[in-house]
């Protein structure tokens, strides 16, 4: 997903929580709930290809090349011990069909590879007892014959991987057009409330106006005592992302109860605040990015 796309992402989750936290204006829309069941299921889709496009495939790339790079060194020694029979016995067609350098073997796609190793454990078969002298015997070719077919099963798997993860690019730029339209047609919904709700209005406007170059805010916040009004100090406050993949962010207060964050991504996160002798608190944020976030916290002792 690119940083756009992760922006207008975070933009769509935090546009579906406002209005979802406002169902007595949204009774008031026509089709209203139809337009966010859509935005949701959207939203859904769309996480779904972003998991299947963060799927690693690195290890699988570094497990491929090591079998490659195996097989290639197996190929080579198999030829080199060919070669010296062939010479022995003057068998010149042989001894062509059998030459493989290391360069170039580097140089053959998989499926040429294969062929190749398969066609050396033929050659191996119709001598086997003339090489036997050579170190290649019949325990030799089935550990051989193993890294052949070890090599061939993993190709399917890492093609498929590559070949999901394009998949789900290309569908990630269709959910995202789709998502755009879904929005555009709210925009025109709630101008009917613009008058009769304008605080509503004003603020759906704020979280649909998402600046999507910059996409970070700074987030300051406090931690009161709820009965003195006093900052705690030392409570631990942990901000942690709705959207899957991201860190949460953990902070502790200074002397007069005081945190910042000094850059925080747009969306929706979990506010957490722990400290000794109080009860925790959970709060539910939306970030929306216009402007630096305040949060004041109060606990209550336990």
């Known amino acids: ?47 779904a290809d972003d998991l299947l496009q963060k799927q690693d495939i ?5 497990k491929k090349n090591q079998l490659q790079k195996d097989l290639i060194g197996a190929i080579v020694d198999i030829s080199e011990k060919i070669q010296a029979y062939a010479s022995f016995v003057k068998n010149d067609e042989l001894l062509r069909a059998v030459k493989y350098t290391e360069s170039d073997l580097k140089r053959l ?3 040429e590879l294969l062929q190749t190793a398969k066609k050396l454990s033929l050659s191996v078969d119709e001598n086997l007892s003339a090489l036997t002298p050579y170190a290649l015997t019949a325990e030799t070719q089935v550990v051989y014959n193993k890294q052949i077919t070890s090599f061939a099963d993993y190709l399917p798997d890492l093609h498929q991987q590559r070949m999901d993860r394009k998949d789900s690019t290309e569908r990630l730029i269709k959910e995202f057009a789709t998502a755009d339209e879904v929005i555009d047609n709210i925009d025109l919904l709630t101008k009917i409330v613009s008058k009769t709700e304008p605080k509503f209005y004003s603020n759906y406007l704020t979280t649909r106006k998402v600046d999507y170059a ?15 009004g006093n900052g705690i100090p030392n409570a631990l406050v942990t901000v942690t992302p709705k959207e899957e993949g991201d860190e949460p962010i953990a902070k502790n207060t200074a002397a007069k109860g005081g ?11 979990t506010v957490t605040v722990t400290k000794l002798g109080y009860a925790t608190q959970t709060i539910e944020i939306i970030i929306t990015g216009d402007k630096p976030y305040n949060l004041t916290v109060k606990l209550v002792k336990s």
Do not use: H
Request: glycine share 4%; aromatic share 10%; no cysteine.
């Open 214 to 228: 910059y996409g970070t805010v700074e987030f300051v916040g406090y931690v009161l005592d709820a009965q003195t």
């Open 1 to 47: 997903m690119t940083n756009i796309q992760k922006q207008k992402l975070r933009m769509y989750v935090a546009l579906l929580a406002f209005l979802k936290s406002n169902p007595d204006v949204l009774a008031k829309l026509p089709n209203a709930n139809e337009y966010i069941a859509q935005l949701e299921a959207i939203i859904a889709s769309i996480q």
């Open 58 to 62: 690195s290890e699988k790339t570094r």
């Open 109 to 111: 796609l998989d499926i």
């Open 259 to 269: 945190f910042q964050i000094k850059t925080i991504g747009i969306g929706i996160y």
